[in-house]
C-alpha cells in the first residue's frame, strides 16, 4: 500500500513557474511508476507526464518542452517542474503511482495549480 501526498500547487502568472512535489510512503518506491495527472473543471483527467522505475519519461504534447518531471529513489519523491505556464495548464494536479507488479494504481488528493494574471 503506497500513500501520495502532493504539495507546491498555488497561483501563479502567465509564464511563471510552480514546482510540484509528491512524497510517497509504503511500498518500495523504486518497483512504481510515477505520474503526474491532471483534471480541469468540466474535463476528464489526463496525463501530463511519467517517469519508469527505471527514469524514462513520457510527456503529454501540450506540455512537451515546458514541464519536466524526476524521481528520487532515496527519497521516495517525484517533482514536476512547470515553466512557461499558460492558463490552460490551471487543473488539479495529482500524483500517481502504478505498481509494476500489477498494475495497481494509488493516487494523492491533488493540488490546486491557478494560471491567471
Known amino acids: 500500500q503506497v500513500q501520495l501526498v502532493e504539495s507546491g500547487g498555488g497561483l501563479v502568472q502567465p509564464g511563471g513557474s510552480l514546482r510540484l512535489s509528491c512524497a510517497a510512503s509504503?511500498?518500495?518506491?523504486?518497483?512504481?511508476?510515477m505520474g503526474w495527472h491532471r483534471q480541469a473543471p468540466g474535463k476528464q483527467r489526463e496525463l501530463v507526464a511519467s517517469?519508469?522505475?527505471?527514469?524514462?519519461?513520457n510527456y503529454a504534447y501540450s506540455v512537451k518542452g515546458r514541464f519536466t518531471i524526476s524521481r528520487d529513489n532515496a527519497k521516495k519523491t517525484v517533482h514536476l517542474q512547470m515553466d512557461s505556464l499558460e492558463p490552460d495548464d490551471t487543473a488539479v494536479y495529482y500524483c500517481?503511482?502504478?505498481?509494476?507488479?500489477?498494475?495497481?494504481?494509488?493516487w494523492g488528493q491533488g493540488t490546486q495549480v491557478t494560471v491567471s494574471s
Open positions: 517517469i519508469t522505475s527505471g527514469g524514462s519519461t
Open positions: 509504503g511500498g518500495i518506491f523504486r518497483l512504481y511508476a
Open positions: 500517481n503511482a502504478r505498481a509494476t507488479t500489477n498494475n495497481r494504481d494509488y
